[in-house]
């Protein structure tokens, strides 16, 4: 038995969620964005504990998360990178910066550093076509991107763990 639990201001957010949505099922996204902020990645206690809050299925819950690259999922590394593969990323280089990124890591695509550290997956368009090539770290987003930028935010990642910061 898991001990989860919204936190108070998490679970009036859901509550106010339910009050701005046609139905229940409409909510598993919304709500999922909150225990991702509460519980800080999403694993199967964090989705059991949705799926009994909202009253439906694990499975279905399970298979939103994993449809979804944007949702942080448990196992994840500190600093998560996702590179954008579409079409004007591609045009502009996203795969020699992913290849750059994976080898640097000494990690493939869709893995985690044996510390942690870092996780690397390709991304659908994120929306940001005009500033192509770009990646997602965590929330924040690095657009028109070189190789060079690349090595510098990667040590920017190392500097900031090793302060003791994170996300
Ligand atoms: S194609 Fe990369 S952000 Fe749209």
Request: glycine letters at 8%; hydrophobic letters at 35%.
């Amino acid at each position: 038995m898991s001990d989860l639990k919204f936190s108070e201001k998490g679970m009036k957010k859901y509550e106010w969620l339910l009050t701005r949505y046609p139905d229940k099922q409409a909510v598993l996204l919304p709500a999922l964005r909150i225990a991702e902020a509460e519980f800080g990645e999403l694993g199967i206690p964090e989705m059991k504990y949705v799926a009994d809050l909202m009253g439906i299925s694990p499975a279905r819950v399970y298979g939103v998360v994993t449809f979804y690259t944007h949702f942080r999922r448990a196992g994840t590394g500190t600093f998560h990178i996702q590179v954008c593969s579409t079409l004007s990323c591609a045009l502009r280089g996203s795969q020699e910066l992913a290849d750059h990124i994976a080898k640097r890591l000494g990690i493939e695509m869709g893995e985690t550093t044996e510390d942690g550290m870092f996780s690397v997956s390709k991304v659908e368009c994120l929306g940001s076509c005009d500033t192509a090539p770009m990646f997602q770290l965590n929330d924040n987003y690095h657009e028109n991107l070189t190789l060079d930028d690349v090595d510098r935010i990667i040590e920017d990642c190392k500097k900031e763990s090793a302060r003791g910061g994170a996300r």
